[in-house]
């Protein structure tokens, strides 16, 4: 993210939703001063463009190679920005500029940059397995290099196959922090947030208090409480997948299996 701000108006504007675990730069004209944004998004540092260094886990800002160029009505700010290695995947270039009157463009998206190429996310394991009992709380690892933030959607299905009908087809979304479950037709979904809420089908009930999602470098953990319903006892198999924002995907991997 890019930002221009006239200095008496910065503290007044909102920071956007992604502020944190971003590389979010700030300048302000009337004091020349260039700002990155810290890693939790709630403060910053600043140096004057050409000298001097910024960083944080996600990028480093260096000042000897930045400067701002006038020219009529445009300013242009050419920006030397070196991402961590960390930081790999297509990341999208948000711009953003204010007056002093407190008008602004709002965040406009005006490009992406593949800091390195992507990596493909992996399914990394299913505990308990074998799971007995009609229900489990079960713990689904899934790991992107890119860094866990990288993971688009994570899904399990507990069958005997891939299907997507009569089957307990569980969808989570990172982004928006909702946990899906699949129809009995395999043809629309309810959701929840982890920590509320319970879903069902035909098939399982997935109980929102005992879901919780835990995220460590580059896995995302998904603790699903999954109880079947009383028809649902055969021995089926656990398949997962994970996709991230390039699309790549695992494919359905099956680790486990499940007899309730």
Known sequence: MVDIRQESTCATIPQPDGSANSCYVTYAPGTNLLYLENNAGNGTTSITPGSGTLSNSQCTINGSSSSVVLSGTTLTLNLAVTASSTYTGIQDIFMYASDNSLANTGWVNKGTWNPAPNQPPTVVSVTPSPATGPSNTFALVYSDPNGALDLKYVDVIFNTKTATSNTCYVTYAPATNLVYLYNNAGTGTTSLTPGSGTLSNSQCTITGSGTSVVRSGDNLTLNLAV??????????????????????????????????
């Open 227 to 260: 109880t079947a319903s009383g028809t649902y006892t055969a021995t089926v198999n656990i398949f997962m997948e994970a996709i991230d924002n390039s699309p790549a995907t695992t494919g359905w991997v099956n680790p486990g299996t499940w007899t309730p």
